[in-house]
């Protein structure tokens, strides 16, 4: 099984809401990953977390906070948000970070919309 | 440092034809490079990669590969293209030595005409 699953699958909310995302994969990987995508781009890298530890943090702006609560879940805490930030949120995982050969295998997307 | 190009924004091919879809690397070590495709409103899944075995690599979906070193090429082939292949595909080259980091192309959008 090589499923990420993603939850809320749409999002709407204000620029002064407090949500979350959340990203859940059972394939025992230890590196998970947070990308934004704007339409007709890449994906763009957020977060990196390896071992339940942030790894890499792309310069994100402080009103997306990622937390891995532990090696199977990943959320993104979204507080303050500007209309640019609308986009779809991916998560991916991959077996490790270590050798930059693993897949990263992504989940379908949170498609956010900020009013 | 690692880069990736592809060349055409769009691509549009009749349904049985040839879909060559072309990425370019750069890197300073030996390359892990890998093809995506993603549909609509959905997240990306992995056609195939190249992690320096076989040169030619073949993937879901009928699609294939080859690493050409000499070229720093690694195009995406398909002998037939079929309706539901229409789809945006991203070129990714990984970076060894920064946990894993995923380096994507700008994206090929491929429509197939009836």
């Known amino acids: 099984d090589t499923e990420v699953t993603q939850t809320p699958k749409h999002l709407v909310m204000g620029m002064t809401n407090k949500k979350s995302l959340k990203c859940e994969q059972h394939?025992?990987?230890?590196?998970m990953y947070w990308y934004k995508q704007k339409a007709k781009k890449p994906p763009e890298l957020m977060f990196v977390?390896?071992?339940?530890?942030?790894?890499i943090n792309e310069s994100v702006p402080s009103r997306f906070s990622p937390e891995c609560p532990n090696s199977s879940l990943l959320n993104l805490h979204l507080h303050a948000l500007q209309p640019e930030d609308s986009a779809l949120y991916l998560c991916?995982?991959?077996?490790?970070?270590?050798?930059?050969?693993?897949?990263?295998?992504f989940g379908p997307g949170t498609r956010l919309t900020v009013l | 440092a690692q880069s990736v190009t592809q060349l055409g924004s769009h691509v549009s091919v009749s349904e049985g034809a040839l879909v060559l879809l072309r990425c370019n690397y750069s890197s300073s070590v030996p390359p892990y490079l890998f093809w995506y495709v993603q549909y609509p409103n959905q997240g990306l899944q992995l056609l195939l990669k190249y992690t320096s075995a076989a040169t030619l690599v073949k993937g879901i979906n009928g699609f294939e590969a080859e690493f050409k070193k000499s070229e720093t090429s690694f195009h995406l082939t398909k002998p037939s293209a079929h309706m539901s292949d229409a789809a945006e595909y991203f070129c990714?080259?990984?970076?060894?030595?920064?946990?894993?980091?995923?380096?994507f192309g700008s994206g090929t959008k491929l429509n197939v005409k009836p």
């Open positions: 990714a080259v990984s970076d060894r030595n920064n946990f894993n980091k995923f380096y």
């Open positions: 991916a995982s991959s077996q490790d970070i270590a050798g930059g050969q693993d897949t990263q295998y």
């Open positions: 977390y390896s071992y339940e530890k942030l790894s």
């Open positions: 394939m025992g990987h230890r590196a």
